[in-house]
């Protein structure tokens, strides 16, 4: 696969998954599901994860041509890391984006790649030019489905500003390092 073709790709994979708290959140408002209605968020949830699961193994299925399925010495790991794992920070994410804004999202979403570069000590990599847009896509989908444009003020900005100017000055600073580790 090209260059340009993986590119795009992810991209597409950036734009679904910018979208995924407008419309989770769009859900919430056509189901009228209030952020303190937890049974109903995490059944929400438990069926956007289903549906999600069934369609992978349909094109899986159709992809090979035959039943897809996890080998029977996988499935009791599959099922804790679902359990704990997947379970957990699902539940907190969708009551997350129960209680905030979609643009109040996107700048979480950059806020976490920084974080990681910081604990993990990694330079900026293709990942985090995807991961910056991922936030991008959520809030531009925030804006066109949930209306939040008017949310896009002054200290969205610089909050937007400030972390990507902390993952470029955190990339610079070990890009110097590496030239200097060279000489």
Request: hydrophobic share 55%; with cysteine; aromatic share 12%.
């Amino acid at each position: 696969m090209t260059f340009r073709k993986r590119t795009v790709l992810a991209l597409i994979c950036c734009c679904l998954w910018g979208s995924a708290a407008p419309v989770i959140k769009t859900g919430y408002s056509l189901l009228h599901l209030s952020s303190q209605d937890l049974g109903s968020i995490l059944l929400f949830a438990g069926v956007r994860f289903l549906i999600s699961g069934v369609l992978v193994l349909t094109f899986m299925s159709l992809k090979y041509r035959r039943w897809t399925a996890l080998p029977k010495a996988m499935v009791t790991r599959a099922v804790k890391l679902g359990l704990v794992q997947t379970t957990l920070q699902y539940a907190a994410y969708f009551l997350g984006v129960s209680m905030i804004s979609g643009l109040e999202i996107a700048i979480l979403q950059n806020c976490s790649v920084f974080i990681s570069y910081l604990l993990e000590k990694n330079t900026v990599s293709q990942v985090s030019v995807f991961s910056f847009a991922t936030a991008f896509f959520n809030a531009l989908f925030s804006c066109l489905l949930l209306h939040e444009w008017a949310n896009i003020n002054l200290c969205f900005i610089i909050a937007l500003l400030c972390v990507c100017a902390s993952i470029w000055l955190v990339s610079a600073q070990n890009t110097v390092g590496a030239d200097h580790a060279d000489t």
